[in-house]
């Protein structure tokens, strides 16, 4: 599944981040299941789970089952979360393709995120830069930076652009490969997306700079995705059904919704390589694993329009 | 409230489109209150009826007296609908400052639609122009053709470019001053939207290209209107609360919504002349006045953004 010709790539991080806020825990068969269908539908990356205490975040209870799961699979990348060196050390030993580890652009949310101010969380980054270095050819990973709440920050509001820029660069002179500006909390609007990346792609470089990362929050996440399309990024995260709501905001729904992203690039001709219809075969497993959890989306709901390749029927008709 | 500086106009179309749709028949007085609120939060045009029989139509029982209601206050810009002579006829008699008639680009969608086929319409569209020259200075209106199924239709699939323009062409012939692509079954994507934006400005000319309208079905309305910004156009159909969903398709939610996109534009720095607080002020009306509706949007439920002037915090702290 992964020779498929692609334009973009869609990013799958539903078992990661859209389960993390999800009101249910969702069974280690149900992610399998979820997986499965996923690299069946073509997906070439998923994030699958973060290598957190399991008491903090009960939702990540089967980290290392998860990624020996999908490690497995052929083909497939695999991204893992680790908030810190002991969490890169144990998601290394599962060997994924990528690690990612958030710091905050925000002090306030760094401080209470990781527990660490963003300074401090660069020194954690480059004992895992020093940790890797120190690994067998066999054992390398991607190391990545989502610089979290990089538009704006729930404690403090705006956040600025030299902010971003200089923790990013902070980042890639410890060690990571790749920083990726994250919408975290859904502040973005598509005229700072555009001006972000811009600064972005000439202070860390094109290939430093990593996917986009956005949330729903305020029903702007498939417009922010656009603009950034259009500036250059190739890579976007996305989660099946939107999961990821913040469960304080009844309604506010959480990453940008897979389904509709992918729609809007198909229906585009831009090429993302994942079949519609086993995409969405995806989410009765979701319903299924998590009852309680509200799921969003339009295009599940409406069906492809008439004509689309997909060969679904729109359900208006 | 028309005083404000704008760089694009938000059309608050709810009380036509949004309630043409759903469940609940708005009463005259919730109707009012409606408007009230948004000529209060600085909206600068509303869409607020149909002049089509109230028999086929009920949620239009009260198309004059709304009219009559608009109208009577100073600097709104009032826009009504009518499908035909007749339906002009009744409506000019209200003066309205704009008629807008659908046209579908779809043969099948405009036989079922308005019971003719798009030459007929055209012919009718004639017949209303010559009926507008005949009447005094003081009763003229704005004659707007709203290019129904411009982006895809649910009977026929694919509608092409040269469809639209084609029928385009014919209404500013037969004496349209503005004629409007519209998506209103939802299958526009945003590359669609450039292109046949562009081609609309060279053949109609900018100042007959009328406003966006999008519907919000497929999840891509509010990508579809940053499309049609960046391409150069200013008016924005949407409805509060993103009524007028389809009833045959269950959570296929209708119009944009006024609140997503008017936060966008803010956020953007796009001036819309709103008083976002003012305009959120809506929602319980509506609310209130349509029990039995599902209400879109992501902005109400989460908030604005921590540092937003629009002075409301966001509910995720």
């Given at each position: 599944m992964n020779n498929q010709i692609r334009d973009v790539e869609i990013v799958e991080v539903g078992t990661r981040d859209g389960l993390q806020n999800a009101k249910g825990v969702m069974s280690t068969a149900a992610k399998k299941a979820w997986v499965d269908q996923a690299v069946a539908a073509g997906f070439p990356e998923l994030e699958v789970c973060s290598f957190v205490s399991p008491k903090l975040m009960p939702a990540m209870h089967d980290s290392p089952e998860i990624t020996d799961y999908a490690v497995a699979i052929d083909g497939l990348t695999v991204s893992v979360l680790a908030p810190n060196l002991r969490g890169a050390q144990n998601a290394a030993a599962h060997r994924p393709d990528k690690i990612v580890m958030p710091i905050s652009v925000s002090r306030s949310h760094c401080l209470s995120n990781i527990r660490k101010t963003p300074e401090e969380a660069v020194e954690d980054l480059r004992a895992i830069a020093e940790f890797r270095a120190g690994l067998p050819a066999d054992d390398q990973f991607i190391l990545e930076v989502g610089l979290s709440t990089a538009f704006g920050c729930t404690m403090e509001g705006q956040v600025s652009d030299d902010d971003i820029i200089r923790l990013g660069l902070m980042c890639l002179e410890a060690g990571a490969d790749e920083v990726a500006p994250s919408d975290t909390v859904g502040y973005a609007n598509p005229a700072q997306v555009t001006r972000v990346y811009k600064r972005c792609f000439e202070e860390f470089g094109v290939k430093q700079t990593g996917g986009a990362h956005f949330h729903n929050t305020r029903g702007l996440g498939i417009a922010n995705c656009l603009a950034a399309f259009e500036v250059g990024i190739k890579s976007f995260d996305t989660s099946l059904a939107g999961?990821?709501?913040?469960?304080?905001?009844?309604?506010?729904?959480?990453?940008?919704?897979t389904e509709d992203l992918v729609f809007m690039f198909e229906a585009m001709g831009?090429?993302?390589?994942?079949?519609i219809d086993a995409m969405m075969a995806c989410r009765p497993i979701i319903a299924e694993a998590l009852p309680e959890d509200m799921l969003y989306g339009h295009l599940y709901e409406a069906?492809?329009?008439?004509?689309?390749?997909?060969g679904l029927v729109a359900a208006a008709e």
């Amino acid at each position: 599944m992964n020779n498929q010709i692609r334009d973009v790539e869609i990013v799958e991080v539903g078992t990661r981040d859209g389960l993390q806020n999800a009101k249910g825990v969702m069974s280690t068969a149900a992610k399998k299941a979820w997986v499965d269908q996923a690299v069946a539908a073509g997906f070439p990356e998923l994030e699958v789970c973060s290598f957190v205490s399991p008491k903090l975040m009960p939702a990540m209870h089967d980290s290392p089952e998860i990624t020996d799961y999908a490690v497995a699979i052929d083909g497939l990348t695999v991204s893992v979360l680790a908030p810190n060196l002991r969490g890169a050390q144990n998601a290394a030993a599962h060997r994924p393709d990528k690690i990612v580890m958030p710091i905050s652009v925000s002090r306030s949310h760094c401080l209470s995120n990781i527990r660490k101010t963003p300074e401090e969380a660069v020194e954690d980054l480059r004992a895992i830069a020093e940790f890797r270095a120190g690994l067998p050819a066999d054992d390398q990973f991607i190391l990545e930076v989502g610089l979290s709440t990089a538009f704006g920050c729930t404690m403090e509001g705006q956040v600025s652009d030299d902010d971003i820029i200089r923790l990013g660069l902070m980042c890639l002179e410890a060690g990571a490969d790749e920083v990726a500006p994250s919408d975290t909390v859904g502040y973005a609007n598509p005229a700072q997306v555009t001006r972000v990346y811009k600064r972005c792609f000439e202070e860390f470089g094109v290939k430093q700079t990593g996917g986009a990362h956005f949330h729903n929050t305020r029903g702007l996440g498939i417009a922010n995705c656009l603009a950034a399309f259009e500036v250059g990024i190739k890579s976007f995260d996305t989660s099946l059904a939107g999961l990821g709501g913040c469960p304080f905001a009844p309604g506010a729904s959480g990453n940008v919704v897979t389904e509709d992203l992918v729609f809007m690039f198909e229906a585009m001709g831009v090429r993302t390589g994942i079949d519609i219809d086993a995409m969405m075969a995806c989410r009765p497993i979701i319903a299924e694993a998590l009852p309680e959890d509200m799921l969003y989306g339009h295009l599940y709901e409406a069906g492809l329009p008439k004509g689309h390749d997909g060969g679904l029927v729109a359900a208006a008709e």
